[in-house]
């Protein structure tokens, strides 16, 4: 009953063949080998356009540098309250770009309203003393385990473009919210006027596989010269591409993608139903909140069930609920989830 993070998850049977056929022989570093070059087709044919792909090894590789390409002096990039750029990067952006900083927004379930962004916006009009907004960074899935569809992001990045901001995607869990979308990865993206993405392979089953996809190129800059000063430059580059090529190929990514979202699917519906806890709030991707009594969230410890505390302010809980995270992936079964229901009652 492992509901702690989709990063424990193991990598995919298919993602480690991958590797293990990549292993053969010699091949060129730094990503000038074939599968590399061929990975990188593989990504245009799946957003349905020519784009850029710089692998990384982390997702905080992925944002931190990817808004760092956007640097100028008091730039600020606009996040949501929840983004993980803001809580749980140890200001790496901040770091990369030397010094730009967050300006965080207010969300509900991890989602920035059009309204939240019109508001922050008009806090630095220009000439203004404070600085100069640069980047909106979106997360999909969110934090929250809530997805934007096409139409809210192209409503958000069509607020922050008009004022002329570049928008970067936090796609950690991108596949999740393709998944659970529906759209097309082209729809969730440029097409609604994101210019890049933190794409993430490795919470879906890589092993340690992530990715900046950049749609407008001419709006960042030395983006090959941060990510190797930053050492994400990978010299074994076939490794990483090698599990993109499985991710990738035949739909595999959000095949797994789908998979943790059916059993996100299944938490929720028997949670809803249950007389013993309730959802904090609907989700729509692979993460599920909800109130437990403590006693419930011990036993299911004690039965080597992981899952996470989280904060839970303003939410009326009992002295004796908690709040909790359940977060599931490709490698998470019916079974497990049916257990861990039947602990809840
Ligand atoms: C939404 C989101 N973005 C980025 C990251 C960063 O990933 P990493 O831990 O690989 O740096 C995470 C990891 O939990 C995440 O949840």
Redesign the pocket.
């Known amino acids: 009953m492992n509901f702690a993070s989709d990063?424990w998850a193991g990598a995919t049977p298919e993602v480690m063949a991958a590797l293990v056929k990549a292993n053969d022989g010699a091949a060129p570093a730094y990503g000038s080998d074939a599968l590399t070059r061929r990975v990188t087709g593989l990504f245009s044919e799946v957003f349905e356009k020519e784009v850029e792909v710089w692998f990384t090894a982390?997702?905080?590789g992925s944002?931190s540098l990817g808004l760092a390409a956007l640097s100028r002096p008091g730039g600020l990039v606009l996040c949501s309250s929840e983004a993980?750029i803001h809580s749980?990067e140890w200001g790496a952006t901040e770091f990369q770009s030397g010094g730009m900083k967050l300006v965080t927004m207010p969300q509900v379930a991890g989602r920035v309203s059009a309204e939240a962004l019109r508001q922050t916006l008009s806090r630095f009009p220009e000439g203004n003393r404070f600085g100069v907004p640069v980047a909106l960074s979106l997360?999909n899935a969110t934090?929250c385990g809530t997805v934007y569809a096409p139409a809210a992001v192209a409503e958000l990045a069509g607020l922050a473009r008009a004022q002329g901001l570049a928008v970067h995607m936090?796609g950690?869990?991108f596949g999740n919210a393709v998944a659970a979308t529906g759209a097309k990865p082209a729809e969730l993206t440029w097409k609604s006027g994101v210019d890049f993405l933190s794409f993430g392979g490795?919470k879906n089953g890589c092993w340690a596989a992530?990715a900046i996809v950049v749609f407008s190129p001419d709006k960042l800059s030395d983006l090959a010269a941060r990510r190797q000063r930053a050492g994400h430059t990978f010299s074994k580059s076939r490794f990483v591409a090698a599990q993109f090529e499985a991710y990738l190929t035949g739909g595999n990514w959000l095949r797994w993608a789908g998979q943790a979202n059916a059993r996100a699917e299944q938490l929720r519906v028997g949670l809803r139903a249950s007389s013993q806890a309730r959802l904090g709030w609907g989700s729509e991707a692979n993460e599920v909140f909800a109130v437990l009594p403590r006693e419930t969230i011990a036993r299911i410890r004690l039965a080597g069930g992981t899952l996470y505390e989280w904060p839970a302010e303003g939410m009326g809980l009992t002295a004796d609920e908690d709040l909790v995270r359940l977060v599931t992936s490709w490698a998470t079964s019916p079974d497990e989830v049916a257990r861990f229901l039947a602990m809840v009652g």
Do not use: K, W
């Open positions: 990063n982390t997702g905080t944002n993980h749980d997360t934090e936090d950690a869990r490795t992530e």
